[in-house]
T-cell receptor, first 114, second 112 residues
């Protein structure tokens, strides 16, 4: 089954404790991206990657890091989480060669930073 | 001015009613227009996709794009309780450009 898999789905952590949210897709997509979704603010892009070893900032990159060492994986790293990073996070992927550019989203990771 | 405006107010309708959702945008370079549907505790899924101006129909769903007014709409006919979800508009500039600009989303509740 074609899917984007995120882990963990739910996480409660404390300020300053480094964490990584993993994302993996099995569709051989070149493009991957991370979004956060907050009430009243909608979906905002954090980082994206057009292909392996190519990453770029989205609209709200501060406090986050990413890496793209393999085509299928795109982990999101919070080096020193803060309470304002409490949010619902989505990983997404797509193939730029498909004419709709449809994004396939994971099921989300709800993060709480105390 | 935000690139994409979507009034995020919730919408409750009785089963069988027509649901009307819309977004406005400011970037005249947008050419690809999409509606995503997001069920509770799930990621968004593509519902409708339209290129440039015009209408597109898929079953009970109709997407309209008016580029002259920078306005897009989604209509759901004969709404069903299973249509209860958040609907997000999204748009992009280029073919294969994956940098979508999203609206904030409308939560729709269809009451049986």
């Amino acid at each position: 089954e074609a899917q984007v898999t995120q882990n963990p789905r739910y996480l409660i952590t404390v300020t300053g404790k480094k964490l990584t949210v993993t994302c993996s897709q099995n569709m051989n997509h070149e493009y991957m991206s991370w979004y956060r979704q907050d009430p009243g603010l909608g979906l905002r892009q954090i980082y994206y990657s057009m292909n392996v070893e190519v990453t770029d900032k989205g609209d709200v990159p501060e406090g986050y890091k990413v890496s793209r060492k393999e085509k299928r994986n795109f982990p999101l790293i919070l080096e020193s989480p803060s309470p304002n990073q409490t949010s619902l996070y989505f990983c997404a992927s797509s193939s730029p060669t498909v004419n709709t550019g449809e994004l396939f989203f994971g099921e989300g990771s709800r993060l709480t930073v105390l | 001015q935000k690139e994409v405006e979507q009034d995020p107010g919730p919408l409750s309708v009785p089963e069988g009613a027509i649901v009307s959702l819309n977004c406005t945008y400011s970037n005249s370079a947008f050419q690809y227009f999409m509606w995503y549907r997001q069920y509770s505790r799930k990621g968004p899924e593509l519902l409708m996709y339209t290129y440039s101006s015009g209408n597109k129909e898929d079953g009970r769903f109709t997407a309209q794009v008016d580029k002259s007014s920078k306005y897009i709409s989604l209509f759901i006919r004969d709404s069903q309780p299973s249509d209860s979800a958040t609907y997000l508009c999204a748009m992009s500039v280029m073919y294969g450009n994956n940098r979508l600009a999203f609206g904030k989303g409308n939560q729709v509740v269809v009451i049986p």
